[in-house]
């Protein structure tokens, strides 16, 4: 777009898409992002298994293990401390980086770290998240493997010189990776990327992450395990009230999602009024964790056991209501304390319990509610309506309810954003003065052509006006900083400015020398007719050059040109498209 004088001018490429070579790149890259995840994947797995055996049964081993099967006593209130006490250490004194749930920690890596993740992180993260969750924090394996998978992805692509974008791009790979290979679902993955950590839908992201995810979801069956992490038997009711029934669902979960998100950050609140250095707080937080396993141990741990059974239908009303109570609590204090730990599973049991005491009064198998419960929550917690409808049936391997998914987490959806203003994932990064909009819409910039916006026929100046007429018509006549300079059937010369007409003032060049002969040794940035605006825009930035002139491809005569008010119009112009209401029809 910048058109030397005397040479050719090259137009700025149009498509639908960005997309170059370097998308094959990435996508190359993604298949080492996609296979080192999936084994972080498998060693996460691994080093949970590792530390509840040994913290529960005094054993080493990696063989699956359940908390519920302990019989501790009251030594059951000691264990999650212990292990709390240990990440609060590893937190202070290697990273502070592990704390939490991981996925806010991407994010915020992403938008705001040039997608950069330390060595350190991809180390501690899953060790201190095997820790917490082995000595029973009632957390998922989901967010750390998603930090750590984005660590994987992040350190491949610092090996290499990538922009800040190409590394995004191969983070989230590893993140969506890692997720498929916990949960065997790639699709749901994918969307997750999309909805939550990408803020773009392009070819050049999409595409790596499709082959990372893909990779990691082909190794999965040598690693940990082929099929659904867990099975639904439940037959899908028919009709139309279904529907209704999912919807309703949707609605009551999210206002649960809703009230989750804000006792978090209350609990969050509380324990920094402390006065005790925050190394200490998982080691409080704890403490009613310990207690709340010592009146159901079935809320330590991940407690995928607790959602098969829901799904199973094998656990009483009462057995359900505890469950959702105190795993609530303890999940609640315990993530507010910031220890190490994922949102995923305890959000799918929270859910999925309010679906399955639903389904106790709804014709049809309680399970099946349980699933519906599960898809809502994850939609109006973490904001991924597409992704809770899909992860609900890849998770189960029941796709033929995916319409009914849909129906309870688009009404949880609308009911989150409408109660609160930020998710439970995007609420910590706005705690820490970063704001963040997870709306994808298309940059007006980008569909707004210069003949749409340029004001046409603008004032020029001839090229044979001397460098004392120009300086005096800056003095006495000027209007705008700078104009066009054109030959005699209006053909660009160049442009002239008031800076040019103070800099000559100084004596740099020949009072009685005309423009043409000034400005005959300079390159000028021009923009064409049919010219994405948002070009327009780089090459202001680029060049600082204030107004740019819009010339005709073939003869090079000048049609109009484009200011930064020009630009800032179209803003004004697409604000004014979402605001102002009016009705069309019967109207004269």
Not at 125 to 144: C, D, L, Q, R, T
Not at 221 to 226: C, E, R, S, Y
Not at 332 to 350: K, Y
Not at 487 to 508: K, Y
Request: glycine share 12%; with cysteine; net charge neutral.
């Amino acid at each position: 777009m910048i058109n030397m004088n005397g040479g050719s001018a090259k137009r700025p490429p149009l498509g639908d898409h960005s997309a170059d070579h370097r998308l094959l790149l990435l996508a190359g890259m993604a298949v080492v992002v996609g296979s080192v995840s999936a084994m972080g994947a498998w060693l996460l797995l691994r080093l949970i298994a590792l530390a509840t055996n040994f913290f529960w049964f005094g054993r080493l081993s990696s063989a699956e293990s359940t908390i519920a099967d302990t019989g501790l006593g009251l030594g059951i209130i000691a264990i999650p401390i212990i292990g709390s006490l240990i990440v609060g250490l590893m937190a202070r004194f290697g990273s502070d980086k592990i704390r939490g749930h991981g996925i806010p920690e991407a994010i915020e890596a992403i938008l705001y770290g040039e997608s950069r993740l330390s060595l350190k992180v991809a180390i501690l993260k899953p060790v201190s998240s095997a820790i917490s969750i082995g000595s029973g924090g009632p957390f998922g394996a989901e967010g750390p493997i998603i930090m750590t998978g984005g660590a994987v992805g992040s350190l491949f692509a610092q090996c290499f010189h990538l922009s800040a974008t190409e590394r995004k791009t191969l983070l989230v790979a590893g993140a969506a990776a890692g997720m498929t290979g916990i949960f065997g679902t790639p699709l749901a993955a994918i969307l997750l990327a999309i909805e939550v950590l990408l803020f773009e839908w392009k070819p050049r992201s999409f595409v790596p992450v499709v082959v990372a995810v893909l990779v990691s979801w082909s190794w999965r069956p040598a690693l940990i395990g082929a099929g659904p992490l867990l099975s639904l038997q439940a037959a899908m009711p028919s009709g139309y009230w279904p529907l209704l029934a999912a919807a309703g669902i949707g609605t009551v979960v999210g206002l649960e999602a809703a009230l989750l998100s804000t006792s978090l950050y209350k609990i969050e609140d509380l324990f920094h009024r402390l006065p005790i250095h925050w190394m200490w707080w998982p080691a409080l937080g704890a403490i009613v964790v310990g207690l709340g396993g010592y009146m159901d141990p079935r809320v330590l741990g991940a407690g995928y056991a607790n959602i098969q059974s829901m799904l199973a239908d094998t656990m009483t009303i009462k057995m359900v209501v505890t469950l959702l109570a105190i795993k609530a609590i303890v999940w609640i204090v315990a993530l507010g304390s910031g220890t190490s730990g994922g949102v995923l599973a305890p959000l799918l049991i929270l859910g999925g319990a309010v679906g399955c005491l639903a389904g106790h009064a709804l014709p049809g198998d309680p399970g099946f509610w349980t699933m519906i419960g599960m898809a809502a929550m994850m939609s109006g917690a973490m904001r991924a309506p597409l992704t809770g409808a899909l992860f609900a049936g890849e998770l189960t391997g029941l796709f033929e309810a995916l319409p009914l998914t849909l129906a309870a987490a688009a009404a949880a959806y609308a009911v989150s954003v409408l109660v609160m203003r930020r998710s439970i994932l995007t609420e910590k990064i706005a705690r820490r003065g970063r704001h963040v909009l997870q709306e994808y819409t298309v940059d007006p910039l980008d569909f707004t052509q210069a003949a749409q916006i340029m004001t046409a026929g603008p004032a020029t100046l001839s090229g044979d006006l001397s460098v004392a007429g120009a300086l005096s018509f800056f003095t006495e006549e000027a209007v705008h900083r700078s104009y066009p300079v054109v030959d005699g059937e209006n053909r660009l010369l160049g442009l002239v400015s008031r800076s040019d007409a103070l800099r000559w003032r100084n004596g740099d060049v020949t009072l009685e020398a005309t423009l043409a002969e000034t400005l005959s040794d300079r390159s000028q940035p021009v923009a064409y007719p049919d010219t994405p605006s948002s070009f327009i825009a780089d090459l202001i930035i680029e060049t600082g050059v204030g107004r740019i002139p819009v010339v005709d491809p073939q003869t090079r005569k000048v049609v109009g040109i484009v200011s930064r008010q020009d630009l800032l119009k179209v803003r004004s112009v697409n604000r004014v498209s979402e605001t102002m209401r009016s009705r069309m029809i019967g109207q004269r």
